[in-house]
């Protein structure tokens, strides 16, 4: 009942270009260096790939932060650079998602520069404004602020500005038509090249109550709902739709979608013409804190997601990307007993369950958190506020850094592991971040030579997407979904119907095969070299088996 099209058959590849391959030595990956693994990209069966902002910014989040969105970050090179990766992608047959960060731009844009210099710029309006004479703003909460506050005195024009994220990322007033017509204006630019996906970054935070009423106490803790879904956010999405993204054949991706399923299909029902797919965050933030998370919830949040959505809107599949920590390290097992059967099972639940699989660079080799254990190793403005956050407020600092430990975001942004030579072949000079020193052991030139590899399992797994597209579009059936350990489904189209059944522990378990499913022909998928057949499958640690059903 899913209407076919490419971008829910394709596999999404996400590359963070910071990290990726630098090219000249500065230690800072680049588009050249893209540029130089596109037969690498190729190898892996993606059929697009995302890359992160890559526009011009002072950096304060790692691009997230935009001083101007017409041109290249000099650090990742030029537009000939970019025109060129464009042309190399499309001629393998992948095509290029870019990231839109129109919630809020850099504080160094020539928009914010004009607006704050005056209350009767033309461009005051392009932001969010409180004059102070009216007193002290309505409280709002910022993600990254040191002081977690979303308003930021300014006294050039006594009046505070309003930024949900750092204090460099002034949010863009949507409520304005100049504003919105700008915007629309840089996406056709981008589209107009080429371009064949848009990733609208935080967009569900766009609109805002201009009045800023007082919010209920302990909003924040239900942040999304009061910052998601703000009363115009729907109609900035269909004007959108009907100005830029209906004029192309191209896909768009909302980042963050309220606050369920009921919330998520406004952005992606097909008859509102809204976006194309939505990420929800439900199940990467399960098991976020110490204790981990327990299968039967992963279960049944990916289950209720599913059936939300399985007559029509669509969504993406993922278990990590550049803002949590590593998929094997937070829902696998990164012992080195169990860190490449882990690594092959989360790929084949991302790789079999309905929606586009979106895969962040390095998990296809298994990468793992690097936990730095002094705050001198990171980079990201999150953890380094966070930190300043806890100190200034006399708090606990040694359980600030376990618990960045185990959640910082620079956990996944850790260098491409390349080779067994210096930083991993990323660079030849010194790394924006540190190596992860597992690279000697854990890189791509080991894997590419060897066929058991995680590298080579996800070559495979992207190929059996690719070949069977009942692992696209087949209806998904929970089984056993009260069992702790083994996560067992199955996808049927028409008469095509397989089996998918992951030991999510690192112990052996047996798993009867219910009465009704018989396994015919050999798996598709298997990280182990074999698998016992019925009328009990004895399942070795992590074991992931797909395998076809009479
Ligand atoms: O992240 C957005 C983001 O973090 C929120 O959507 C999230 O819901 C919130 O933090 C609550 O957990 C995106 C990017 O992925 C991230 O790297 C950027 O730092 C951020 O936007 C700001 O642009
Ligand atoms: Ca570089």
Same mark, same amino acid.
């Given at each position: 009942?899913?209407?076919? *099209?490419?971008?829910?058959?394709?596999? /999404? !590849? #996400?590359?963070?270009?910071?990290?990726? #391959?630098?090219?000249?030595?500065?230690?800072? =990956? +680049?588009l050249k260096g893209i540029?130089?693994?596109?037969?690498?990209? $190729?190898?892996?069966?993606?059929?697009?790939?995302?890359?992160?902002?890559?526009? %011009?910014?002072?950096?304060?989040?790692? =691009?997230?932060?935009?001083?101007?969105?017409r041109?290249?970050?000099?650090?990742?090179?030029?537009? #000939?650079?970019?025109d060129a990766l464009l042309k190399g992608l499309h001629q393998r047959g992948i095509?290029?998602?870019m990231d839109m960060v129109v919630n809020h731009s850099s504080d160094e844009h020539e928009w914010f520069r004009q607006a704050r210099s005056s209350r009767t710029s033309p461009y005051r309006d392009y932001y969010h404004w409180w004059p102070a004479e009216k007193g002290k703003p309505t409280p709002r909460y910022s993600f990254f602020d040191v002081n977690s506050d979303a308003w930021k005195y300014d006294s050039l024009t006594n009046s505070y500005y309003l930024h949900y994220f750092s204090r460099k990322q002034p949010d863009l007033n949507w409520e304005n038509p100049r504003l919105r017509q700008e915007v629309y204006s840089m996406m056709r630019f981008w589209l107009d090249k080429g371009v064949d996906g848009l990733r609208m970054d935080a967009f569900q935070y766009v609109s805002k109550d201009p009045s800023f009423p007082v919010l209920p106490a302990g909003y924040e803790k239900d942040i999304i709902r009061y910052y998601g879904g703000g009363p115009h956010l729907h109609d900035y999405l269909q004007e959108m739709n009907r100005e830029v993204l209906s004029k192309y054949n191209i896909m768009s991706v909302a980042e963050g979608a309220g606050s369920g399923p009921t919330d998520a299909m406004l952005f992606v029902d097909p008859a509102r013409r809204e976006l194309d797919m939505a990420y929800h965050f439900e199940g990467v933030d399960l098991g976020s804190g110490p204790d981990g998370y327990k299968l039967t919830d992963f279960k049944r949040i990916y289950t209720r997601w599913d059936s939300a959505f399985a007559q029509r809107g669509w969504l993406a599949i993922f278990l990590a990307n550049h803002d949590v920590p590593r998929m094997v390290s937070k829902f696998g097992d990164d012992r080195p007993a169990f860190r490449d059967a882990s690594s092959k099972l989360l790929t084949t639940f991302i790789l079999t369950m309905r929606g586009t699989p979106y895969y962040f660079n390095g998990d296809e080799l298994g990468m793992t958190n690097i936990r730095f254990e002094r705050i001198e190793d990171y980079r990201d403005v999150a953890t380094l506020n966070g !930190? #300043?956050?806890? $100190?200034?407020? =006399? =708090? +606990? &600092? *040694?359980?600030? &850094?376990?618990? %960045?430990?185990?959640?910082a975001r620079d956990n996944c942004r850790t260098p491409f592991q390349w080779d067994a030579t210096a930083n991993a072949g990323f660079t030849t000079? *010194?790394?924006? &971040? $540190? /190596?992860?020193?597992?690279?000697? *052991? &854990?890189?791509?030139?080991?894997?590419?030579?060897?066929?058991?590899?995680?590298l080579n399992y996800f070559r495979k797994a992207t190929a059996t997407r690719k070949q069977h597209k009942v692992l696209v579009y087949g209806r998904y059936q929970l089984l056993d979904a009260r069992n702790p350990h083994i996560y067992a489904y199955t996808r049927t189209l028409g008469k095509e119907k397989v089996l998918v059944v992951l030991n999510f522990t690192a112990e052996q378990r047996s798993w009867p095969l219910p009465t009704g499913l018989t396994p015919s022909g050999q798996p598709w998928l298997n990280n182990y070299p074999s698998f016992m057949a019925g009328p009990t499958l004895a399942l070795q640690p992590w074991q992931a088996v797909v395998v076809p059903l009479r």
């Open positions: 009942s899913q209407a076919e *099209t490419w971008w829910k058959e394709t596999v /999404v !590849y #996400q590359i963070y270009p910071r990290s990726f #391959q630098d090219s000249n030595g500065d230690g800072v =990956g +680049d540029i130089s693994r596109l037969d690498y990209l $190729k190898s892996l069966g993606v059929g697009a790939v995302w890359l992160n902002p890559i526009y %011009a910014s002072p950096n304060d989040d790692n =691009g997230y932060d935009i001083s101007d969105y041109r290249i970050q000099p650090e990742f090179g030029t537009m #000939q650079d970019f095509r290029l998602v !930190y #300043q956050q806890v $100190k200034n407020q =006399g =708090g +606990d &600092l *040694t359980a600030f &850094l376990a618990t %960045a430990k185990r959640q000079g *010194t790394p924006w &971040l $540190k /190596v992860n020193p597992n690279y000697r *052991t &854990l890189n791509q030139a080991d894997q590419n030579k060897d066929s058991n590899s995680v």
